[in-house]
């Protein structure tokens, strides 16, 4: 079993077949420690899975980073209301 399929698996239950429209939609990609997934300001158009490592959603207060979500293994990381209403980010992940 693949991870697209583990990915699936932990979500519900699918037919193969749409099991295969979301394979052909998935992009894999790897990330290095402190890369930036969403930039302030920025349109949150993906919704990532993390399969393995960590990543956390911030914001300042004047010059303080404020952590506002945290996100591992098997999450779904995405600036939820910037991806739902299409808008700017107000944090960066």
Same mark, same amino acid.
């Given at each position: 079993m693949n991870e697209t399929d583990l990915v699936?698996? &932990? %979500?519900g239950q699918f037919m193969p077949e749409e099991k295969a429209v979301f394979k052909k939609a998935v992009v894999k990609k790897h990330f290095r420690k402190n890369d930036v997934l969403i930039n302030l300001g920025a %349109?949150?158009?993906e919704a990532l899975y993390i399969i393995d490592g960590s990543a956390y959603e911030f914001d300042y207060i004047d010059i303080d980073e404020n952590?506002?979500?945290?996100?591992?293994a098997g999450d779904w990381c995405l600036n939820?209301?910037?991806?739902i209403q299409q &808008?700017? &980010?107000? &944090?960066t992940i």
């Amino acid at each position: 079993m693949n991870e697209t399929d583990l990915v699936l698996d &932990s %979500v519900g239950q699918f037919m193969p077949e749409e099991k295969a429209v979301f394979k052909k939609a998935v992009v894999k990609k790897h990330f290095r420690k402190n890369d930036v997934l969403i930039n302030l300001g920025a %349109v949150c158009t993906e919704a990532l899975y993390i399969i393995d490592g960590s990543a956390y959603e911030f914001d300042y207060i004047d010059i303080d980073e404020n952590i506002t979500g945290m996100f591992t293994a098997g999450d779904w990381c995405l600036n939820y209301r910037g991806f739902i209403q299409q &808008s700017a &980010s107000c &944090s960066t992940i």
